[in-house]
């Protein structure tokens, strides 16, 4: 079946260091893959997508590139902020099946 | 542009208990899914209306039903609410332009929590 495993967290980082959540994801087919962030107290959004193999999405300085070959789609970012400060979920979905499937999300910590 | 709204934000019911749950769809979005987030865990699917009909469900019971209304809101409801129903309870709407389902990008509320006691 579908699935989507991404690493535990928190992840605890300081202002400035570079960011990557991994996540990893089994799926037959070609599903389209999304971060979405949930900061505290707020609903789920959107962060990117990419919907073939080598895509690249990207927003806000994050990006994740859909790699068929080893079923991931990490997330990164360069240089975080404290406003970075969120819990961060991957998850797929295949247009014939119309729903999302979720990874566990990963809580990021920045420290100024 | 209003986005998705959801009522009420909090809910304590008991076991036993029959609840539902309220969800307003972003301006021209006329797809509504519903999910479940507990604590700490990702959201699982619990079903998905299109034009006021099911058009799809995940792994939950008859328990959990739901309606769309011709203006695209949608409620939850929840009959014989058990404890392992404490979770926040996601709806997320987006627009669907053609006869074939689609998983793209999905705009989310806030979230209503029930707290079954």
């Known amino acids: 079946g579908n699935s989507v495993t991404q690493m535990e967290g928190p992840v605890t980082l300081s202002e400035e260091a570079f960011l990557t959540i991994n996540c990893t994801y089994t799926?037959?087919?070609?599903?389209?893959l999304f971060w979405y962030v949930q900061y505290p107290g707020e609903g789920l959004q959107l962060l990117l997508k990419?919907?073939?193999a080598d895509d690249k999405g990207s927003n806000k300085g994050f990006e994740a590139t859909y790699r068929k070959e080893t079923t991931s789609f990490h997330l990164e970012k360069g240089s975080v902020q404290v406003s970075d400060s969120a819990v961060y979920f991957c998850?797929?979905?295949?247009?014939?099946?119309?729903?999302?499937?979720w990874g566990a999300g990963t809580k990021l910590i920045i420290k100024p | 542009e209003t986005g998705v709204t959801q009522s009420p934000t909090h809910l304590i019911k008991t076991r036993g208990q029959q609840v539902t749950l309220r969800c307003s769809s972003q301006?021209?979005?006329?797809?509504v899914s519903w999910y479940q987030q507990a604590l700490g865990q990702g959201p699982q699917f619990i079903f998905q209306?299109?034009?006021?009909?099911?058009?799809g469900r995940g792994n939950f019971p008859p328990r959990f039903s739901g309606l769309q209304f011709p203006n695209y809101s949608s409620e939850l409801n929840v009959n014989a609410l058990e404890l392992d129903d404490s979770a926040l309870y996601l709806c997320?709407?987006?627009?669907?332009?053609?006869?074939?389902?689609?998983?793209?990008?999905?705009?989310f509320g806030p979230g209503t929590r029930l707290t079954v006691l």
């Open positions: 997320a709407s987006s627009p669907r332009t053609s006869g074939y389902p689609s998983t793209d990008t999905q705009y």
């Open positions: 301006s021209g979005h006329n797809t």
């Open positions: 209306y299109y034009r006021e009909e099911e058009n």
């Open positions: 799926a037959t087919g070609y599903p389209s």
């Open positions: 990419a919907t073939k």
């Open positions: 998850a797929l979905g295949r247009d014939s099946n119309y729903q999302l499937i």
